[in-house]
């Protein structure tokens, strides 16, 4: 299979999530449950047993770290960068919501991406770039919700959200065990084997099941600039930092996946819960889902071919 076509997959997988959310096979009220389950349960299981069993040396992967902080400060600046519009031109609530939709990532986009395109080494990069950037986002997000939004938290209330993040806790499990040097028994990682081979279709089926294809009708420059944060400049100016650092295709390419997903879901809820603006960031997700499945082959080719 070409690696143009190798995003077909991951594209049948989220229509599949679409048109059985569409069709309520499965009704609208399931798909909670099934976002919970990936959520807290499987991702999880893939993130312990992928942190745990590979190689985290400094000398293989400081450069993708260095690479993956660079590029996310970069988007933030830029996004960060908007609120020098005049009010008029962009409230607070649409400022955040862009702000969120440039810097938080969908793991579950990217890790089916990885797996996809770069096997086991792919996932390995993935893990340690969700154990490295999602506190990071969370913790910035929510600062900036504070500094921008109608509502305000304490300093232990962003450590507590960070904290009881599921994605966070299942990172600290993987990497505790990887730097301990715990050997988990063979029946606990067989267990985490056969919990995580569902994960990356599930989520991609919750992924699906949130995609509106009413809301690609919608367009105005707020929703243009988001799209162009995330997926179109923040895998280019990844691809940019790689190369400096000189870092191989593989490691570029996973970077650009994590880059190139859509943003998480997850952001919607904050949205609404602290003053953004959810209706435009449900309308980014769902051209952001689109276009990163057009530019996830493009990379794949460009940097693999």
Same mark, same amino acid.
């Given at each position: 299979m070409s690696l143009a076509l190798s995003v077909l997959p991951l594209i049948l997988i989220i229509a599949l999530g679409y048109l059985l959310a569409k069709?309520?096979?499965?009704p609208k009220a399931d798909w909670k449950g099934i976002e919970t389950l990936s959520f807290r349960v499987l991702i999880p299981a893939v993130l312990i047993l992928t942190l745990s069993r590979t190689d985290l040396s400094f000398a293989l992967y400081g450069g993708v770290?260095?690479?993956?902080l660079l590029t996310w400060s970069v988007i933030a600046i830029l996004a960060l960068m908007l609120r020098l519009l005049p009010r008029a031109r962009l409230g607070n609530p649409g400022f955040t919501?862009?702000?969120? %939709?440039?810097?938080?990532?969908?793991a579950f986009v990217a890790l089916a991406a990885a797996e996809q395109f770069l096997g086991a080494s792919g996932l390995g990069v993935i893990a340690i770039a969700i154990a490295l950037l999602i506190p990071t986002i969370n913790v910035t997000c929510i600062i900036v919700l504070t500094a921008f939004g109608p509502q305000s938290a304490s300093a232990g209330q962003v450590i507590k959200t960070v904290a009881k993040n599921p994605l966070v806790q299942a990172c600290a499990a993987g990497l505790v065990i990887y730097f301990s040097g715990i050997t988990l028994p063979t029946p606990v990682i067989e267990a985490l084997d056969m919990v995580g081979r569902g994960a990356l279709a599930v989520g991609l089926? %919750?992924?699906g099941a949130g995609v509106s294809l009413r809301r690609l009708g919608r367009w105005d420059w707020r929703l243009g600039t988001a799209v162009l944060l995330r997926p179109l400049l923040a895998p280019a100016v990844l691809a940019a930092i790689a190369a400096t650092l000189g870092?191989?295709?593989e490691q570029t390419l996973a970077g650009v996946l994590v880059f190139a997903a859509p943003a998480a879901s997850n952001g919607y809820i904050v949205a609404k819960q602290m003053g953004g603006d959810a209706d435009l960031y449900a309308d980014v997700l769902t051209w952001q889902t689109v276009l990163s499945l057009a530019v996830l082959p493009l990379w794949a080719g460009y940097l693999l071919g």
């Open positions: 069709s309520e096979v499965l770290m260095q690479g993956f919501t862009i702000f969120q %939709a440039g810097t938080r990532w969908n089926l %919750a992924v870092l191989s295709p």
